[in-house]
């Protein structure tokens, strides 16, 4: 019968070497038989086989202590990959903001389930739902997207919507897209790990706190660092370098903004309203640029979108102490018009 100090050094002797195949998911100790604890300690593998045979092992780990030979059993846990508890690149119905969506073209983040009237639609960026950027083809949004094997007709959740143009010249002031899905019961108007959204803000001011949730990076948070921020984003080599006009910059000291968080949208860390749109980022992933919500849903007509039977989420008006330039501002109606809104062509 072996104990656990000497599954211990059989384990600590092991690991690294087991671990490396590709079937064994973890290494540990623990009674060799759990109904019948008095039979002593085993090396438990948890992994993709039914018996150590199966992995190409005996059924016992020798190895020498100080001299003196011992021998610990194994047990096998046949167990699946293990990964993080969430996973916002797989495969989800109906469809909740936070996880990937796309299309064909690649993988970006669904940003909030909104609504107009009855109807239902996913807001995301410009570029994650139109293929190429920018263009008016009806393109299929699938989820989860492209760029975590979502395939066309297989994880079609809807179509592009309508979308305000990136100009190539001239100042912009979003990148924002609605995808209507095939049908409203395939989406959910939820939001991962937070659920239900009161609504959204008109505005936000330097030095809040945020929160979101990314494709890529899950569940993070941030603070508002700036405000009225002009910046330059580079959108690869099909697009170019666009310019951005009083934009938000939210910081972190871990990734909150990788390639496929686009679209994701900050809420606000005390009360889960609805704050800021993500777009861009920096390379290490620390910095977020964003604008602020209330722009896309004025610009697109919609509203944060509430379960069945209950009224759109509400538009929480916030004082900006005159004009306070801590603050953002809601876009003037003239602002609102310069926004040019694209209803994609049929097929």
Do not use: C
């Amino acid at each position: 019968m072996a104990t656990f100090a000497e599954a211990l050094v059989i384990k600590e002797n092991i690991a690294s070497t087991v671990l490396k195949n590709r079937k064994v998911h973890g290494v540990g100790i623990g009674y060799y038989d759990p109904k019948h604890p008095k039979k002593g300690a085993a090396v438990i593998l948890y992994a993709n086989a039914v018996s150590s045979t199966a992995l190409g092992l005996g059924a016992k780990f020798s190895s020498q202590v100080k001299g003196k030979p011992i021998n610990v059993p194994i047990r096998v846990v046949k167990t699946k990959k293990i990964r993080s508890n969430a996973s916002y690149q797989d495969r989800i119905r109906p469809v909740v903001a936070g996880y990937s969506i796309g299309t064909t073209g690649g993988s970006g983040t669904a940003g909030l389930i909104v609504s107009s009237g009855n109807q239902l639609y996913v807001l995301s960026n410009n570029h994650v739902l139109t293929n190429p950027t920018n263009s008016n083809n009806r393109a299929e949004t699938l989820q989860p997207g492209g760029a975590d094997e979502g395939r066309t007709v297989r994880d079609r959740v809807g179509h592009l919507s309508r979308f305000v143009t990136l100009k190539t010249n001239g100042t912009n002031r979003i990148d924002a897209a609605l995808s209507r899905p095939v049908r409203n019961s395939i989406l959910s108007p939820k939001y991962a790990t937070v659920g239900n959204i009161p609504g959204h803000v008109t505005s936000y001011r330097v030095g809040e706190r945020f929160k979101k949730v990314g494709r890529t990076t899950g569940l993070t948070r941030g603070r508002v660092d700036s405000v009225n921020t002009d910046v330059q984003v580079d959108y690869g080599r099909n697009v170019g370098v666009l310019s951005f006009r009083n934009q938000s910059i939210i910081l972190s000291d871990t990734p909150v903004s990788l390639p496929g968080d686009s679209g994701s949208v900050w809420l606000r860390s005390a009360d889960n309203f609805a704050a800021a749109v993500n777009y861009a980022g920096t390379e290490d992933g620390k910095t977020s640029v964003a604008f602020p919500v209330d722009w896309a849903l004025r610009a697109l007509r919609v509203r944060v979108a509430r379960p069945a039977g209950q009224r759109a989420g509400r538009v929480k008006v916030v004082d900006t102490h005159n004009g306070n330039a801590a603050y953002t501002r809601r876009l003037t109606p003239k602002e609102l018009s310069m926004l040019k809104v694209i209803r994609p062509k049929s097929k």
